[in-house]
């Protein structure tokens, strides 16, 4: 069971600063997130890094044409974990280029074409 | 990248640009390949041959499912629109267009389909990469959006569809794609296209369906990405929820079959509890209990919302019963000497009911 929570946890990672609202509300009840997350000391990285991961996307998605505002609400409504996959996706891929990929698509279908007509 | 397990990895990857258009002409490429050796191609069509899924049907499909044409690049509104529907969710391609649409990608991204389903109230669960439990949702009535990628060797061109249904003598499967309502597509095709997305997939049910094919595990993930969403929300634009918080209705109906699931039990509670719900968060806890009489979460968690209602010597019960060991320097040590001061701040101010009424 402990094994399992933490698995949970450790995949939604949902410590950042946009957690529950109640955590906040009253010393004395445990939330939701403080039973699936772990030791104080990652916990404390994880929160960092969510946070940074978080803006970081944010911008990323502006950058293609979101406004900042609908960034915002778009990527609160992720888990840290979805988060963090992203962040480092958007800048590692070149996903945006399609204008490149609908040329190439073209040249092939081309030449498919030129064959197919021989 | 987080040490996350199968389905979250999933929901990672690329961005769809909706070429449907290539369909054709990668269809000739993906078939002449077939020749050389499908299972290489297709492992999951080939092993169904031998392996189908037990319990599911050899045909079925879902025909009340909504159909929006794509337009432009929209695949990724436009699917998401008819999957929503499907829910009992109003929601158009222009209204989703803003949520899950990135201009200067031309495309929505997986992890944006995924919580635009959430926001809209919905439980958007990643299917596991098995065509097994594919099928097996769509017999239950489930459609399922994919992503595909249609182009051929290093080319990619990402695509979301619906699968709605399929028939395994004819060896077809039934989609929403693109401007077709229900295109016809060979098994050993779409798996050719499905893999090259890594086989991703996901449902978007109602809080209250549960996925045919669901886990402990990843559904309490789904939820609990779900709870994340639905309080994000509530904070940065409070509603009155005249209709029942769906939340609510999900975590229940989870509870219904794992009821011995802490995580699942304590979340409950604390959605109650944020929304100030503290006669049903302490239900939650009761009932709880019964099956999980030494959580130390629960037993304190219970004790905190006991003060709240004023019932200092309940309080004090439930929190004497916890084992001495876990008080000091036990995990959730500071939360529980938290609520022991709280209790006696309580008792302080004599704001404690008398005793006879608790």
């Known amino acids: 069971m402990k094994s399992r929570t933490m698995n949970v946890l450790s995949r939604l990672l949902i410590v950042s600063t946009l957690a529950l609202p109640f955590h906040s509300a009253n010393a004395g009840m445990i939330g939701t997130t403080s039973i699936a997350s772990q030791a104080d000391t990652s916990n404390q990285r994880s929160i960092v890094t969510a946070a940074l991961n978080r803006s970081q996307t944010v911008n990323a998605l502006s950058a293609y044409g979101i406004t900042p505002m609908s960034a915002e609400a778009r990527v609160a409504s992720m888990t840290d974990a979805e988060v963090a996959t992203l962040a480092g996706r958007i800048q590692a891929a070149p996903a945006g280029a399609d204008g490149g990929i609908i040329a190439l698509i073209l040249v092939v279908f081309l030449i498919w074409l030129v064959v197919q007509r021989r | ?358």
């Not at chain 2, 695949?75 to 829910?87: E, K, Q, R, V, Y």
């Not at chain 2, 929300?233 to 229940?252: D, E, H, W």
Request: with cysteine; net charge neutral; proline share 5%.
């Open chain 2, 1 to 358: 990248m987080v040490g996350c397990s199968a389905p979250l990895i999933g929901v990672v990857a690329g961005i769809a640009n909706c070429f449907v258009d290539t369909l054709r002409f990668c269809g000739a490429a993906v078939l002449t390949t077939m020749a050389v050796g499908c299972s290489v191609v297709t492992p999951q069509t080939a092993a169904l041959r031998t392996d189908w899924p037990r319990g599911v049907a050899l045909t079925a499909e879902v025909a009340d499912v909504p159909f929006y044409p794509q337009q432009g690049k929209w695949c990724g509104p436009a699917s998401l629109a008819s999957m929503l529907n499907h829910a009992a969710i109003q929601a158009t391609p222009d209204s989703l267009a803003d949520q899950v649409f990135a201009p200067g990608l031309g495309g929505s991204l997986q992890v944006e389909m995924v919580a635009a389903a959430r926001r809209a109230g919905t439980v958007a669960y990643t299917l596991r990469p098995h065509f097994a439990d594919l099928l097996r949702e769509v017999a239950a009535g489930h459609p399922v959006l994919v992503l595909q990628d249609n182009g051929f060797g290093l080319i990619s061109a990402w695509h979301y569809a619906i699968v709605v249904g399929y028939d395994y003598a004819a060896g077809e499967l039934f989609l929403r794609s693109g401007h077709t309502h229900r295109l016809t597509m060979p098994f050993t095709l779409f798996e050719a296209s499905w893999r090259r997305g890594n086989y991703w997939s996901m449902v978007v049910l109602p809080p209250d369906v549960m996925p045919a094919t669901a886990n402990e595990e990843d559904m309490l993930v789904a939820l609990l990405a779900m709870a994340h969403s639905f309080a994000v929300q509530q904070a940065l634009a409070p509603q009155s929820t005249a209709k029942r918080n769906p939340v609510v209705i999900g975590l229940q109906a989870f509870l219904a079959r794992w009821p011995a699931n802490e995580l699942g039990n304590a979340a409950l509670a604390n959605v109650h509890y944020a929304q100030q719900e503290l006669s049903a968060a302490e239900g939650a806890l009761r009932m709880a209990l019964r099956h999980l009489p030494h959580s130390i979460v629960l037993r304190n968690n219970l004790a905190q919302i006991l003060v709240e209602l004023y019932r200092c010597k309940e309080a004090q019960r439930e929190i004497d019963q916890l084992p001495a060991s876990v008080n000091a320097h036990g995990r959730f040590g500071a939360d529980i000497a938290d609520t022991r001061r709280n209790i006696a701040a309580q008792e302080n101010a004599g704001r404690c009911l008398a005793a006879i009424n608790q």
